[in-house]
């Protein structure tokens, strides 16, 4: 069974449509994750949700939007999307706020045109 | 802010020399230190974890030991093979995890055989 199940694993759309990337995860855990990982491989936190709330937003442009209806799922909505959203998303979860390991989906490649 | 530096690649060798990826951090507390594995089309995986100074973290024949004096946590490993290469992140965990994980840019390794 995966851990933590992303969809869709890719995604190509144009500029200025609105897409969003679901996450789930059947390990029980109570914290959930949105990384963004750069061209260049750089992985950087976006957002973080404990049992359905909010508790990291990084300085992500109000165009994205996660959505926890409960805490085995993150959603990510993004809006307007622009080209330098182009990137591969990955959500994680931990145990607990802080609990390591995080546990890693398999990411989706999302690829503005 | 906490920040990670790792050297950047892509770094090459050959099956079975010995292999180092340096990393030194800053971190304002006494932060956890892991290195994640992001094999060719998937999620990151925690290979090895230490959570205070002189821990030394072990998983597949990797190893780095937890250094505060010099700051650093070098991955190392006696005898590499072709199915090491991925890219390795080092990444910190600081103020009890409540600001996920920090990670360094990355480095591809890649093994000839």
């Known amino acids: 069974d995966t851990a933590v199940s992303q969809t869709p694993k890719y995604l190509v759309t144009q500029m200025g449509n609105d897409k969003s990337i679901k996450c789930e995860q059947n390990?029980?855990?109570?914290?959930m994750y949105w990384y963004k990982q750069d061209s260049k491989k750089f992985l950087k936190i976006m957002f973080s949700?404990?049992?359905?709330?909010?508790?990291i937003n990084e300085t992500v442009p109000n165009r994205f939007s996660p959505k926890s209806p409960d805490k085995a799922h993150l959603n990510l909505h993004i809006n307007s999307l622009e080209l330098g959203d182009s990137a591969v998303y990955f959500c994680?979860?931990?145990?607990?706020?802080?609990?390591?390991?995080?546990?890693f989906g398999d990411g989706t490649r999302l690829s503005i045109l | 802010g906490d920040s990670v530096t790792q050297m950047e690649g892509p770094v090459t060798l050959s099956e079975e020399a010995f292999l180092t990826i340096n990393c030194t951090y800053t971190?304002?507390?006494?932060?956890?230190l892991f290195w994640y594995v992001q094999y060719p089309g998937e999620g990151l995986q925690l290979l090895l974890k230490?959570?205070?100074?002189?821990d030394k973290g072990s998983n597949k024949g990797f190893e780095a030991t937890y250094r505060k004096e010099t700051t650093s946590f070098h991955l190392e490993k006696g005898s590499v093979q072709v199915s090491d290469s991925a890219v390795y992140f080092c990444?910190?965990?600081?103020?009890?995890?409540?600001?996920?994980?920090?990670f360094g840019k990355g480095t591809h390794l890649i093994i000839q055989p």
């Open positions: 990444a910190l965990s600081d103020q009890g995890g409540a600001d996920g994980l920090t």
């Open positions: 230490a959570t205070k100074a002189d």
């Open positions: 994680a979860s931990s145990l607990r706020v802080g609990g390591q390991p995080q546990h």
């Open positions: 949700y404990n049992n359905k709330e909010l508790i």
């Open positions: 390990l029980g855990h109570d914290t």
């Open positions: 971190a304002t507390g006494y932060p956890s």
